[in-house]
């Protein structure tokens, strides 16, 4: 009797053994993979109560990948928001913050140096406009991917920040839920953008095919060429080093295809030259 008692018991402890899982194992490591995904909650989708089973839903879905340490800066003149934004990117374990700046002078003046590879800034910085911030941001740092955070009333300008070198556009309701899939996105070469924010960038470009091109380009090969790269996000130098003539000729150049374009800005340039290919592609398939 005494021995069938201690088989029993024996039995017992080994199924207890089995069910508990391992230090170490799948079970275990599933719940320190956290990205801050979206939830329909009034709780931030970033606290840890609600990490398990966002990250559960992640991994079956395998749509998201990071590396180890993502080096992030964050340039907002709101104090209120900057701070808002360190917090969010600091629940992302793969994300090392090198620092949060209120202009672009004082962030150059440390990641120069510390050489960043996203940068989250915000859409208004006083005493200048997105496209000269994103310019000086691209001159000092090549290779930097810069996603512009926006308020609601700033979603007419995504089109303007796209076509000025932004690597993505996302309106700051939208964050919490997109932030981890935004870094992801933007690092494996894509255009994150907030669906209000698309709408409001694509519109010119619709309304422009639409109205279908008031005429054949009057441009010359070069200043084709100038037009195209820069509608691909290059900057000015990069246009002269691409097609190897000097900085000034491409100034010239891009200032008589606004002229004869009849616009004033990148963007509108971009537009009409968009509709203009599109309606190429028409012509040949038709």
């Not at 395998?62 to 590396?67: H, P, S």
């Not at 993502?70 to 934004?85: K, M, T």
């Amino acid at each position: 009797m005494r021995c069938r008692k201690t088989s029993r018991t024996s039995s017992s402890s080994s199924a207890r053994a089995r069910s508990t899982p391992r230090r170490g194992s799948r079970t275990a490591s599933a719940s320190t993979m956290c990205p801050p995904d979206s939830i329909s909650s009034p709780t931030p989708p970033w606290e840890p109560s609600r990490r398990s089973s966002m990250c559960a839903e992640i991994k079956r879905k395998k749509q998201y990948t990071m590396v180890a340490t993502l080096p992030v800066a964050v340039i907002e003149e709101d104090a209120e928001q900057r701070i808002a934004l360190v917090e969010m990117l600091s629940s992302v374990s793969e994300v090392r913050l090198l620092g949060a700046f209120e202009n672009v002078e004082r962030a150059l003046s440390t990641l120069v140096h510390e050489r960043p590879k996203v940068v989250m800034m915000g859409a208004r910085i006083s005493g200048t406009s997105t496209p000269q911030c994103l310019s000086r941001l691209k001159k000092a740092l090549p290779n930097l991917l810069i996603v512009i955070v926006a308020g609601h009333r700033n979603s007419c300008g995504a089109f303007e920040a796209l076509a000025s070198g932004a690597s993505g556009y996302l309106l700051r309701r939208d964050l919490p839920g997109r932030l981890y899939g935004a870094l992801v996105d933007v690092l494996s070469g894509g255009y994150p953008i907030s669906s209000l924010a698309a709408r409001e960038a694509f519109t010119p470009v619709m309304k422009a095919r639409e109205e279908g091109p008031k005429k054949e380009f009057s441009l010359t090969d070069r200043e084709l060429d100038c037009l195209r790269l820069v509608s691909e996000g290059k900057l000015m130098k990069e246009v002269a080093d691409e097609l190897d003539i000097g900085f000034e000729t491409v100034r010239t150049h891009v200032r008589r295809l606004y002229r004869k374009l009849d616009v004033h800005t990148r963007a509108q340039a971009i537009v009409k030259y968009l509709a203009y290919e599109d309606s190429r592609r028409h012509e040949t398939f038709s």
